[in-house]
C-alpha cells in the first residue's frame, strides 16, 4: 500500500513537472514573438525615411539654375501644379528610367495644368547632356550647392557596402498653383511612381 501511495506521489510530481516545463516552453516562445515583432517593427521604421514630412508647408522657394539658361523659382508657375522630383545622379539606371516614365506621361501632366521639373547635385552642363540624350521635355534643376535639397529635407544619410554617406533620397513633391505643398513621396520606388503621382495630380481635378 505504501509503495502504490509513493509511487501515486511520484507519478503527481512528473505530471507538475511536465506542466511546469510546458508552461515555461510557452513563456519562452511568446517572449521570443514579442522579441521578432518588436524587431520587425523597428527594422520597418528604420527602413522608412526619417525626414520631416513638409505636407501643408509652402513650398521653400529659391531662384535655381536649370537647363535651358533658365534661373527657375516656383514663382514662374503661379496658378499652375508643379511636381518635382529629385533624384541622385544624371545617367544613372534608376534616374534615367524615372525621367523616361515622366517623359512618358508628361502630356497628360500638362492637361492638368501641371508643370515637371526634375532636381539633382548636378551641374547644369551635366543635366543639359542628360536631358538631351533621353529628349525629355521638362527642365532639369542643378542644385549644386543644396539649398534646394536642403530645404526640402531630402539630403539624407544612406550607406553602400557598408559607408555611410549622405546623399539625395529619391523624392517628389507636388506644389499646387499657390505655392503649397499637397503631396510627398520619400525613398521613391522608380517602378510605377510617375503614374502614381499623375493620378494624385488628376484627382485634385475631381476633389
Given at each position: 500500500?505504501?509503495?502504490?501511495?509513493?509511487?501515486?506521489?511520484?507519478?503527481?510530481?512528473?505530471a507538475k513537472k511536465k506542466v511546469a516545463k510546458k508552461k515555461a516552453a510557452?513563456?519562452?516562445?511568446?517572449?521570443?514573438?514579442?522579441?521578432?515583432?518588436?524587431?520587425?517593427?523597428?527594422?520597418?521604421?528604420?527602413?522608412?525615411?526619417?525626414?520631416?514630412?513638409?505636407?501643408?508647408?509652402?513650398?521653400?522657394?529659391?531662384?535655381?539654375?536649370?537647363?535651358?539658361?533658365?534661373?527657375?523659382?516656383?514663382?514662374?508657375?503661379?496658378?499652375?501644379?508643379?511636381?518635382?522630383?529629385?533624384?541622385?545622379?544624371?545617367?544613372?539606371?534608376?534616374?534615367?528610367?524615372?525621367?523616361?516614365?515622366?517623359?512618358?506621361?508628361?502630356?497628360?501632366?500638362?492637361?492638368?495644368?501641371?508643370?515637371?521639373?526634375?532636381?539633382?547635385?548636378?551641374?547644369?552642363?551635366?543635366?543639359?547632356?542628360?536631358?538631351?540624350?533621353?529628349?525629355?521635355?521638362?527642365?532639369?534643376?542643378?542644385?549644386?550647392?543644396?539649398?534646394?535639397?536642403?530645404?526640402?529635407?531630402?539630403?539624407?544619410?544612406?550607406?553602400?557596402?557598408?559607408?555611410?554617406?549622405?546623399?539625395?533620397?529619391?523624392?517628389?513633391?507636388?506644389?499646387?498653383?499657390?505655392?503649397r505643398i499637397l503631396k510627398e513621396w520619400r525613398k521613391?520606388?522608380?517602378?510605377?511612381?510617375?503614374?502614381?503621382?499623375?493620378?494624385?495630380?488628376?484627382?485634385?481635378?475631381?476633389?
Open positions: 500500500m505504501a509503495k502504490l501511495k509513493k509511487k501515486t506521489q511520484l507519478k503527481k510530481v512528473k510557452v513563456r519562452k516562445k511568446t517572449v521570443k514573438r514579442a522579441e521578432t515583432v518588436k524587431r520587425t517593427s523597428a527594422q520597418k521604421k528604420a527602413a522608412g525615411s526619417s525626414a520631416s514630412s513638409m505636407i501643408g508647408k509652402a513650398a521653400p522657394d529659391f531662384v535655381m539654375p536649370s537647363t535651358g539658361g533658365k534661373n527657375l523659382s516656383f514663382k514662374d508657375f503661379a496658378g499652375k501644379n508643379v511636381v518635382l522630383y529629385f533624384y541622385p545622379k544624371d545617367n544613372t539606371p534608376g534616374c534615367t528610367l524615372e525621367g523616361h516614365d515622366f517623359r512618358r506621361l508628361s502630356a497628360e501632366f500638362d492637361d492638368e495644368n501641371t508643370v515637371i521639373l526634375g532636381a539633382s547635385k548636378d551641374s547644369v552642363k551635366s543635366h543639359e547632356g542628360f536631358r538631351a540624350k533621353c529628349e525629355f521635355p521638362f527642365d532639369l534643376i542643378a542644385d549644386e550647392d543644396e539649398k534646394l535639397c536642403r530645404a526640402f529635407d531630402v539630403i539624407q544619410m544612406k550607406s553602400l557596402y557598408g559607408r555611410k554617406y549622405e546623399g539625395i533620397e529619391r523624392s517628389t513633391f507636388v506644389i499646387d498653383g499657390h505655392g521613391v520606388k522608380v517602378d510605377g511612381h510617375a503614374q502614381e503621382v499623375l493620378d494624385f495630380v488628376k484627382s485634385l481635378a475631381r476633389a
